[in-house]
């Protein structure tokens, strides 16, 4: 049997919030009423599906941090059918893979991920994949001490011990 990529993406309305998925392959597939998702017809619009590249050290350098990119989805929106997703946040990624002839609970998972911010060009959509845990590489908050406080029954720190941090 042909092999087939299946692709679920999530994605959020920007004004009402509203939640939905876009069930994407690289052929027509349909799941059937025992699957997860059941009964679903995933559409034939996957271009191209990222490939992910792991990088111990940037360019030409013998150490700093490693990364990991997962590159990007392209989806194919040839007659302008797909052009009301501008209003949509694309939140999150599943990838499978497997081939038409088992059911969709036996694809191997080849991706979970966040979604960037979606490109839309003339015929297509690329939406950049990055790794679910990107996320842990930012600050949870960014608020700092201004190292002010009024003595010792202050909430804040002292301006040598808490200032900027």
Not at 76 to 94: C, K, P, Q, Y
Not at 111 to 137: K, S, Y
Request: proline share 4%; hydrophobic share 40%; net charge negative.
């Amino acid at each position: 049997m042909t092999p087939i990529t299946l692709c679920d993406i999530h994605i959020r309305h920007r004004v009402s919030g509203v939640q939905d998925v876009l069930y994407l392959g690289t052929s027509a597939f349909a799941t059937g009423a025992g699957d997860n998702p059941a009964s679903t017809i995933y559409m034939p619009l996957l271009s191209s599906f990222p490939v992910i590249e792991s990088r111990l050290f940037e360019t030409a350098r013998t150490r700093g941090r490693s990364s990991i990119s997962a590159g990007n989805i392209v989806i194919a929106n040839l007659d302008g059918g797909l052009d009301s997703l501008r209003d949509w946040i694309f939140e999150a990624v599943l990838i499978r893979d497997g081939n038409g002839s088992i059911p969709v609970g036996e694809f191997e998972t080849v991706l979970t991920g966040q979604c960037g911010l979606a490109f839309f060009r003339v015929e297509q959509i690329e939406v950049p994949i990055r790794d679910m845990l990107a996320g842990f590489q930012r600050p949870l908050s960014d608020t700092v001490y201004l190292g002010t406080n009024s003595g010792t029954s202050g909430n804040e720190g002292l301006e040598n011990d808490l200032k900027g941090q």
